[in-house]
């Protein structure tokens, strides 16, 4: 038998927890303090709309649907009987509707079978108290009279449900005036339909003139009987999750944190196990606007698995600073491992939330490192819009994007707390639906949204940019260069080495040019021409557009050529891919028709598609574009990217098909927007067995590509169809350092991929190896290399100018190096920037085999 006796929000703020013969007293809230994020056990919805303040848990916004969700106790077996009162008050005595109520929400349940559906998106049962006067619990209501002369009041509500009864009772006290209100009985057709969380409510729907405007508040809650359950392990805070990465020997980990109160803790520890004993290495403060805690330990004893805990005081309704804990593992660096594993994501819409089939999915694959490419959030997420702001205070939105970025890490934090994890943020995290940084500038706010976005720059005030990128980025080795952009915007452009994998992270919106200004004949709109006139092909590439931008091509640079520290392979991850990997109807003008479009049974393909031109894709500018592919092949890069919503496999080429290297782009966690790839023409040198759509082509820009495998959308049949009929999942890329082959995988999120008969989508895994990442179109050869005293040295080709071709660590102890032309060409072998590095100069190309032979001993 359980009971339970929690009295939270107020001066005695405390539940009693019996079960059986045992008893104990534990506090919930504290009563001292102001601060918005109400404590662990509760979900507030919005964050920004609530605060305990001065003993009330207060909602500061009249809207709809206000609430706040218990996540630890919940009604599981209402056949026992339960008993809940508290007390409120109106604080808006103006918005006087029927429409607008205080009172509490049983049995919501969300769309998806896991409290954190329930407790932001749950439906129940609404009992509670109008400002008409109106008593209701369901649809049946009673009036109370003379109403008015109570409205300013402290009402005291009680619910019951007597055991084995379906009867719930509900009574109404003034409890200023000592005067009952009212009672009404309510039959429950089916007792199931309070199973469910709990939440007290503000809804205010009907509000004529400001709604930031404080509404109702509560105090004194409390629920008992057996057929209230408690999960105290579902408590969310108050270090709410980690992130960290490991390069070269540093530690840096980054502790997100809710908006504490002044009370609370001002700062973190960092603890790992010394015996049996924790031992503190490390202190952070807390910074006050992304709410993180950043964390850098160099010299790092990466040869082990290292237990470690954050270690936070906050202020409990004890009144007193008290240790809470968050744990995890800093893994054991894979150096001796053959096959590195990551996991990649991208587009985290909603639907789905919280994910458990594709985190269980992951937990499997059990990948040495996380990546996600961008959209972790979205504007609509968790419902209550988006906060968006040109100028002026911006509390709100901070905590607007906060309440978004905590729905992330709530998914995800079982998996990075013990594992490496890369975010980089991309249009939707700063609240965009699309973005061209244009280094940094303030977007034109004198024209519509969608205007000021294509014309290039960021829409929200500097400050709240930085505040995101430390929240996603904070963890990441530091910036190759730290210089700021524009408006002092702060970069993170950088590198990591891992387990002999060294991968480069750029941020490939972030200097990118504005299309409208820049083509004002084509007259784009949100990324899409409208002129159709207009050849984007010859006229689009204007000298003046910018991709990665002069600095991030320089990294690259100055990147390929580094493979110290045993590096094995090298691979780029970014925000999206080198190419426009879509196709739309012909008479298309925009994506605008993608929600309008059939999704199609599986194999059927549509009659007249042909491959777009979004200028939000990094097809354009084709310059920059092939500035990037030039990097990337000089290290035998691999490109690992999201944004598209469409899972693709493709390989670049910049003058000929096969010249450049192989790009993944993974497929949406949640696909709020299915592109496709179905090009009515057949590709060039499309071979009998490939799918349809395969082959090498030109994108909408004229770019060369050659497609291996897509994932397509099509009917599955599978409920909800609007998540699994439009290819959603994640990718999967092993990197095996013995061999050099590299596999991307490209993963359903609904396949159990436990079982042994699960499969991948269509056309995968695609297996290529690090050597198909460059050349592969080359006829010209110099003479091959023979190495001994070293095995897998560094190989570099450079021209008779000293510009660097590629570089690379062989597999083995030989090679065959080749080139694009006749010419003159230096080859320096062995271990850079150490005493066994070899130059040969004046070596010389010839078309086809070269017979020649450079013999080393190292």
């Not at 507030?44 to 218990?70: E, I, M």
């Not at 520890?269 to 924790?278: P, S, T, V």
């Not at 490192?369 to 961008?374: D, M, N, P, T, V």
């Not at 920037?833 to 010839?846: A, D, P, V």
Request: hydrophobic share 35%; aromatic share 12%; net charge negative.
């Amino acid at each position: 038998m359980k009971k339970l006796l929690f009295p939270i929000f107020v001066f005695s703020l405390f539940f009693l927890i019996s079960c059986e013969n045992e008893s104990n007293e534990k506090k919930l809230f504290s009563t001292e303090t102001e601060r918005i994020w109400i404590g662990p056990d509760v979900w507030a919805n919005p964050l920004q709309d609530w605060k305990l303040d001065n003993g009330k848990l207060v909602c500061l916004y009249s809207g709809k649907n206000r609430n706040v969700n218990f996540l630890t106790y919940r009604i599981e077996n209402p056949a026992k009987g339960f008993e809940i009162s508290f007390e409120c008050g109106f604080m808006n005595t103006k918005a006087i509707s029927d429409k607008n109520f205080i009172g509490i929400r049983l049995g919501a349940i969300g769309p998806f079978n896991d409290y954190r559906s329930d407790a932001i998106y749950g439906k129940g049962l609404n009992i509670g108290l109008t400002t008409t006067g109106k008593l209701f619990a369901g649809t049946d209501t009673i009036q109370i009279e003379n109403f008015q002369k109570n409205f300013s009041s402290k009402f005291d509500f009680e619910i019951i449900l007597k055991e084995n009864l379906k009867e719930l009772v509900v009574t109404l006290e003034d409890e200023d005036k000592d005067d009952d209100l009212g009672e009404m009985h309510f039959i429950i057709d089916g007792l199931e339909k309070l199973e469910g969380s709990i939440a007290l409510v503000s809804s205010f729907a009907d509000v004529k003139g400001e709604r930031l405007t404080r509404s109702v508040w509560f105090e004194d809650v409390e629920i008992e009987g057996d057929a209230i359950a408690y999960y105290p392990e579902r408590a969310y805070g108050p270090v709410l999750f980690v992130q960290y990465t490991l390069s070269k020997g540093t530690l840096k980990l980054l502790a997100q944190m809710p908006p504490v109160g002044e009370k609370d803790g001002k700062s973190a520890d960092l603890q790992i196990k010394d015996g049996d004993q924790w031992k503190t290495i490390n202190m952070a403060t807390i910074d006050t606007l992304s709410r993180t805690a950043l964390f850098k330990i160099e010299d790092w004893k990466a040869g082990e698995d290292t237990p470690y805990r954050l270690a936070y005081k906050y202020f409990t309704s004890d009144n007193e600073l008290r240790d809470s804990y968050f744990e995890g593992i800093i893994r054991k660096e894979p150096t001796d491992k053959d096959e590195v594993v990551m996991a990649a994501f991208t587009g985290n819409s909603d639907l789905g939330f919280p994910n458990n089939d594709l985190v269980r999915n992951v937990t499997y694959h059990n990948p040495d490192l996380l990546f996600f490419s961008g959209d972790q959030i979205y504007e609509h997420i968790g419902g209550y819009g988006v906060l968006r702001l040109r100028k002026g205070n911006i509390g709100r939105p901070v905590l607007d994007y906060l309440r978004k970025w905590y729905m992330f890490g709530w998914v995800y934090r079982d998996l990075m707390r013990d594992r490496p994890s890369i975010s980089i943020p991309d249009d939707h995290d700063v609240f965009q639906s699309n973005l061209w940084g244009a280094g940094g500038i303030e977007a034109i706010h004198d024209t519509d949204y969608t205007s000021q976005q294509t014309c290039g720059g960021y829409t929200m005030p500097p400050e709240w940019i930085n505040m995101v990128q430390r929240t996603q980025t904070g963890n990441l080795p530091d910036p190759f260069d730290t210089t700021p952009i524009a408006q002092n915007i702060s970069v993170y452009y950088t590198s990591l080495d891992y387990g002999g994998i060294s991968f480069a992270i750029l941020e490939d919106r972030k200097f990118k040019s504005g299309p409208q200004l820049l083509l004002p004949e084509a007259q784009i709109w949100n990324g899409w021409p409208q002129n159709p006139e207009f050849d984007v092909i010859s006229k689009s590439d204007v000298s003046e557009a910018v991709l990665l931008g002069d600095r991030q091509l320089d990294f690259l640079e100055e990147w390929a050529a580094d493979w110290s520290g045993e590096v094995q392979i090298k691979a780029v991850l970014s925000q999206t891919i080198f190419a426009n990997v879509a196709t739309l109807p012909s008479d298309a003008m925009s994506d605008a028709v993608v929600p309008k479009l059939r999704i199609l049974p599986k194999g059927e393909y549509p009659p007249n598609d042909k491959p777009v031109t979004d200028f939000d894709s990094n097809g354009w500018p084709m310059t920059g574009r092939n500035k990037a592919v030039d990097k990337l092949r000089k290290a035998y890069a691999v490109h690992i990217a999201g944004d598209q919503h469409l899972g693709s496999a493709i390989q670049y080429g910049e003058n000929y098909w096969h010249d450049g290297g192989y790009a993944f782009c993974v497929p949406s966690v949640s696909n709020i927007w299915p592109r496709r790839w179905y090009p009515s023409e057949e590709g060039k040198n499309y071979k009998q067995g490939m799918p349809k759509y395969a082959g090498d082509y030109r994108d909408g820009f004229g770019n060369l590509i050659s497609v291996y495998a897509v994932s397509n959308p099509y009917f599955t049949g599978e409920k909800p169809a609007r998540l699994y009929d439009r290819a959603v999942g994640y990718g999967i890329i092993r990197f095996n350092k013995k061999t050099r082959d590299i596999i991307f995988e490209c993963w359903p999120r609904q396949v159990d991929v436990s079982r042994k008969d699960a499969m991948q989508y269509d056309g995968w895994p695609i297996t290529i190896n690090q050597f198909d990442n460059n050349n592969q179109s080359a006829e010209f050869y110099l003479p091959s290399i023979k190495v001994t005293g070293m095995d897998n040295p560094v190989i570099r080709v450079s021209d008779k100018k000293g510009v660097i071709l590629y570089t690379v660590r062989i597999k083995g102890n030989e090679f065959q190096p080749k080139v694009y032309n006749i010419g003159s060409f230096t080859i320096s072998i062995g271990e850079p920037e150490t005493e066994k590095w070899k130059t040969f100069e004046n070596n010389f190309s010839k078309k086809g085999m070269n017979g020649g032979v450079i013999k080393v001993d190292l």
